[in-house]
């Protein structure tokens, strides 16, 4: 499984930015996807999840309202769209992947990963 993530950058506060996360390698029917992210020094946490087969989401209630993730499975890509960005948005967001149907949201349950991509939300 390989997971390419995309579309971090640098925008102000109160903008918006669509982080793209095309996946390949295997069919992805049964799979729980996530993005994560991580600022320097911390933990990488939770951010949101959608179960690919059934279309649950997930969101951290620090995003939630503000960010939506979405798949478009003719082209094995998850999406996550944030707006209204903050400064405290500021981190390398990771996409990941878990072999289960039925989303777990800890990140040990993600057995794949992809490289970050950097959003900064400059105040």
């Known amino acids: 499984v390989q997971l390419q993530a995309s579309g971090g950058g640098l925008v102000q506060t109160g903008g918006s930015l669509r982080l793209s996360c095309a996946a390949s390698?295997?069919?992805?029917?049964?799979?729980?996807m996530g993005w994560f992210r991580q600022t320097p020094g911390k933990e990488r946490e939770f951010v949101s999840a959608?179960?690919?087969?059934?279309?649950?989401?997930y969101y951290a209630d620090s995003v939630k309202g503000r960010f939506t993730i979405s798949t478009r499975n003719a082209k094995n890509t998850v999406y996550l769209q944030m707006n209204s960005l903050k400064p405290e948005d500021t981190a390398v967001y990771y996409c990941?992947?878990?072999?289960?149907?039925?989303?777990?949201?800890?990140?040990?349950?993600?057995?794949?990963w992809g490289q970050g991509t950097q959003v900064t939300v400059s105040s």
């Open positions: 390698g295997r069919t992805f029917n049964n799979y729980c």
């Open positions: 990941a992947a878990a072999i289960r149907s039925a989303c777990i949201l800890r990140r040990g349950e993600f057995s794949y």
């Open positions: 959608i179960s690919w087969s059934g279309g649950s989401t």
